[in-house]
T-cell receptor, first 113, second 113 residues
Framework: GAGVSQSPSNKVTEKGKDVELRCDPISGHTALYWYRQSLGQGLEFLIYFQGNSAPDKSGLPSDRFSAERTGGSVSTLTIQRTQQEDSAVYLC???????????FGQGTRLTVV | AQSVSQHNHHVILSEAASLELGCNYSYGGTVNLFWYVQYPGQHLQLLLKYFSGDPLVKGIKGFEAEFIKSKFSFNLRKPSVQWSDTAEYFCAVMTNSGYALNFGKGTSLLVTP
């Protein structure tokens, strides 16, 4: 597609349930980022994938968070045993390589009730 | 740890007023610098970027930013704002030793008629 696509756009889940968020990057982009955007907190880096290299997971807030990128394209962010503090907008971005501008998707708004 | 500071969290201006949003970063090495904008209900978009060369860079919609290496700053400016500039503005830094874009907490700009 023309841009970064994320699904679902909105997700409401019960506390304790697992959720999966999907990101389709721009075709040909080797770099893929996940960020979390909370009110007043800006964009919090979660994880970064670059080609076939091991991902930079340094931003994941706990071991309940994980992400994978299959075939160097689609990525899934999984949050296990969701907590209310996980409520936020989760943003995915991709770039041609790690030194070029990133293009963002519309985000997935996660609400944990 | 590397950080990005945006000193103005909320700015209110009248149309035609001049705008300057501050951005400072803490990293001594080579950096790539970005300003992103998020209009209400839309995804993050790149306003402008600095990789190298002329430290005064021009972006879309009349925005410009100046990289001052000695001050570790990359302030965003626009001579005359419009109502349509109402948005949230994010400064971001990418270092040559890291991979992730690090964002500031953002500045919310409201332009009144």
């Amino acid at each position: 597609g023309a841009g970064v696509s994320q699904s679902p756009s909105n997700k409401v889940t019960e506390k304790g349930k697992d959720v999966e968020l999907r990101c389709d990057p721009i075709s040909g982009h080797t770099a893929l980022y996940w960020y979390r955007q909370s009110l007043g907190q800006g964009l919090e880096f979660l994880i970064y994938f670059q080609g076939n290299s091991a991902p930079d997971k340094s931003g994941l807030p706990s071991d309940r968070f994980s992400a994978e990128r299959t075939g160097g394209s689609v990525s899934t962010l999984t949050i296990q045993r969701t907590q209310q503090e996980d409520s936020a907008v989760y943003l995915c971005a991709s770039s041609f390589d790690r030194n070029t501008e990133a293009f963002f998707g519309q985000g997935t708004r996660l609400t944990v009730v | 740890a590397q950080s990005v500071s945006q000193h103005n969290h909320h700015v209110i201006l009248s149309e035609a007023a001049s705008l300057e949003l501050g951005c400072n970063y803490s990293y001594g090495g080579t950096v790539n610098l970005f300003w992103y904008v998020q209009y209400p209900g839309q995804h993050l978009q790149l306003l402008l970027k600095y990789f190298s060369g002329d430290p005064l860079v021009k972006g879309i919609k009349g925005f410009e930013a100046e990289f001052i290496k000695s001050k570790f700053s990359f302030n965003l400016r626009k001579p005359s704002v419009q109502w349509s500039d109402t948005a949230e503005y994010f400064c971001a830094v990418m270092t040559n030793s890291g991979y992730a874009l690090n964002f500031g907490k953002g500045t919310s700009l409201l332009v009144t008629p």
